[in-house]
C-alpha cells in the first residue's frame, strides 16, 4: 500500500519541483550588495626618532609595512575573509625580525622570549588569544586556533603549547626568536638596573644595532573589514624588555588591545601595555562609537589623546569602522603604520609628522 503511494506521489513531487524552480528562474535576481573593504596595519609605536633612524632602515620599514599589507589587501579583495587577511599580514610581521613579535622579539628578565597574541571577529564577537608562549612560531595563528577549536578564550604557557600540538602546530627552540639587538637591549637595561654601564664593544654594537627606535619597540597588529562587512582585529607581541614574574601586557586581552564588533569598529592597540588594560582601549573606543554615536576618529582621540595621556599611558592604536572608515590615534613620537582605505588609498607611514 504504501508502495504504491509512494508511487503516485512522486509524478506529482517532481512537477512541483518543475513549477518552483521555473518561477525561482524567472525572479530578477537581486545581488547582495558587497561592503567596501580596507585594512591597517602598526608595527608598534614609541620614541622613534627621524633624526636616529637613516634613510636606508626608514625604507627597509617601508618596505615591509607595505609588502604585509598588500598581501592582507590582494585576500579582501579576492572575496577572502577579514579573517584570513589580518592573520596572513600578522604572520608576515611576526616573522620580520624588525618587529617586537614572533622572531625579534623583546627578551626577559630572564633571557627567554616570552610571545603573547589575540584575534577577534566581529560578527559573532568570537575571540582567541595565547600569553607567555615560548615555542610557538607564529602566536597570532595559535590564537586563532583557540578561536575556532577550543570553547576558551585565553590560553597561556605550557597550556597553550599542549593545545598547539594537539592542534597539529611543530614548535621551535625559544632560540629562533632570538636577536642579538634583542638581547644587547636586554643587557643594557640590566646593566642600568645594577648602576652599571655596558662595555663599549657592547654599547657600540647596540647603537649600531637600533638607533632607529627604542627598546620596547614593535608589538605588531591588524585590523580588516572584507566584502561582507565583517570586522576582524589581532594583535601579537613580544611584550616589555625585561618583564618579570610572568608579565602579560594588554595585547592578549581581549577589550585592552584587540577589540571587533560590526556594530562599531575594530581595534588594535600598541603600547604601555598596563595602562591599556586599565583603561580597557580597545573596547572603549568601539564603546564610545556606539553609545555616544561619534565618528572612530573622535572614539579613538578621546581615548588615547585624553584618558591615555591623563593616566600617564604612552601608545597608539588603529582601526576600521563598520564603513570601513580608517583611523589611527598615538600620542608618542611615532608609531609604524600602513593602511589601504575603501578608495584603495594608500599610505605607509612611521613619525608623526610624515
Ligand atoms: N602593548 C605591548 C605590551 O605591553 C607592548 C607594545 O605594544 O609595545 O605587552
Not at 545581488?31 to 620614541?47: D, N
Not at 560578527?123 to 615560548?134: C, F, K, M, P, R
Not at 637591549?185 to 642600568?192: C, F, G, R, V
Not at 593616566?311 to 576600521?320: D, F, T, Y
Given at each position: ?138 602566536p597570532i595563528t595559535l590564537a586563532l586556533a583557540v578561536l575556532e577549536h577550543s570553547p576558551h ?66 608589538t605588531v597588529g591588524a585590523v580588516a573589514i572584507d566584502k561582507r562587512g565583517n570586522i576582524a ?122
Amino acid at each position: 500500500m504504501r508502495f504504491s503511494l509512494k508511487l503516485m506521489l512522486r509524478p506529482s513531487l517532481v512537477c512541483l519541483m518543475l513549477v518552483l524552480s521555473s518561477i525561482c528562474f524567472s525572479l530578477p535576481v537581486t545581488q547582495s550588495k558587497e561592503s567596501p573593504i580596507a585594512i591597517v596595519i602598526h608595527g608598534g609605536a614609541g620614541t622613534i626618532k627621524r633624526e636616529l633612524m637613516s634613510d636606508e632602515m626608514e625604507e627597509r620599514y617601508h618596505e615591509v609595512l607595505a609588502m604585509a599589507i598588500e598581501s592582507g589587501y590582494q585576500i579582501l579583495k579576492d572575496g577572502g575573509s577579514s579573517t584570513d587577511a589580518i592573520i596572513t599580514t600578522i604572520t608576515l610581521l611576526e616573522d620580520s625580525p624588525f618587529f617586537n613579535a614572533g622572531h625579534g622579539a623583546v627578551f626577559n628578565h630572564d633571557g627567554d622570549i616570552e610571545l603573547d597574541a589575540s584575534i577577534m571577529q566581529g560578527d559573532s564577537l568570537n575571540a582567541g588569544a595565547v600569553a607567555a608562549v615560548s615555542r610557538v612560531k607564529n602566536p597570532i595563528t595559535l590564537a586563532l586556533a583557540v578561536l575556532e577549536h577550543s570553547p576558551h578564550v585565553m590560553l597561556v604557557g605550557e597550556g597553550a603549547e599542549m593545545f598547539a600540538c594537539q592542534q597539529g602546530f611543530d614548535l621551535v627552540p625559544n632560540q629562533y626568536f632570538k636577536t642579538e639587538r634583542r638581547r644587547l637591549q636586554l643587557e643594557e637595561i640590566l646593566a642600568k638596573e645594577k648602576g652599571a654601564s655596558l662595555s663599549k664593544t657592547a654599547s657600540n654594537a647596540l647603537l649600531a644595532a637600533y638607533r632607529f627606535d627604542e627598546k620596547k619597540l614593535g608589538t605588531v597588529g591588524a585590523v580588516a573589514i572584507d566584502k561582507r562587512g565583517n570586522i576582524a582585529a589581532g594583535t601579537s607581541t613580544g611584550g616589555m624588555t625585561n618583564k618579570r614574574f610572568g608579565r602579560v601586557g594588554d595585547v592578549p586581552v581581549i577589550g585592552a588591545g584587540t577589540y571587533a564588533d560590526n556594530n562599531s569598529c575594530g581595534i588594535s592597540a600598541t603600547g604601555h601595555g598596563e595602562y591599556f588594560i586599565r583603561a580597557a582601549v580597545a573596547h572603549d573606543i568601539c564603546a564610545r562609537m556606539e553609545y555616544k554615536g561619534i565618528s572612530l576618529q573622535q572614539a579613538q582621540d578621546e581615548v588615547v589623546q585624553e584618558k591615555l595621556v591623563k593616566m600617564n599611558g604612552s601608545g597608539g592604536v588603529i582601526g576600521i569602522d563598520k564603513d570601513a572608515n580608517v583611523a589611527f590615534s598615538f600620542n608618542s613620537l611615532g608609531m609604524y603604520r600602513a593602511s589601504i582605505d575603501k578608495d584603495g588609498v594608500r599610505q605607509v607611514k612611521i613619525f608623526k609628522d610624515d
